[in-house]
């Protein structure tokens, strides 16, 4: 191949070469990006979409459970006095510790209208139409005994919800652990709030010992496992 072949050769490739770049930049590059963008708008479209349809059946549910969350709000509306009626709730706390066999029982309630436990679940707001009376109860009792109190707790005539639950292994002196039968003996804190309609700023009345109350009351120490929730 003489020079001039070879030149007419290169020159051929650099002409296919420049034709490549050009189709690349001019069409092929605008088109691409035509396409990703329209791609793109498409798939957020898409997701719009796809929210919205859940959006409406969640509509569509909370409407067909709407005669549910009346009938909800009505109940939990009865458990909800217009008066803090304190004493009344320790008798009940008191006679559901005595038929879950809890003993050593103190309760100590504080004002209306204190922020609720710290990390706690909420069952009712902070202002408004409500406010919170913190309680903290202790007593002593096994396992089973804690789980039947926190059920009969759930169960009161009045709302009562648990934010924190402390216990360990009650230790008798010579550092072994108390037992009832063949179960383990815990010392149990339970810091809880119940609520009055409509807000307070009224001062409960200082909450007595239980009947049975320790002499040296019993408090859950740092070290117990905690389980939260809402009784």
Known sequence: MDSR???????GILILILLAVGYYFLLFSPLRQQYLGAYDER????????????????????????????RNILEYSKRLPEQDEIPTLLVQIEQIAEGAGATQLTITPSD??????AGGATAAPASGDFSRIPITMSFEGTYLEMQD???RLKNLSRLVTVNEVTFEELEEEGGSTAVSGTEEILTVEIVAETYVQPASGSTSPAAPAAPGGPT??????????TAAGGA
Request: aromatic share 4%.
């Open 216 to 225: 040296g009351g019993t408090t859950a120490a740092q070290g117990g496992t």
């Open 5 to 11: 072949d070879r030149n007419i050769l290169i020159l």
């Open 112 to 117: 209306p209208g204190a922020a609720g436990a």
């Open 149 to 151: 109190f926190l059920f």
């Open 43 to 70: 798939t957020q479209k898409e997701q719009q979409r796809a929210q919205l349809e859940q959006s409406v059946a969640e509509l569509e549910n909370i409407r067909r459970d709407a005669p549910r969350i009346e």
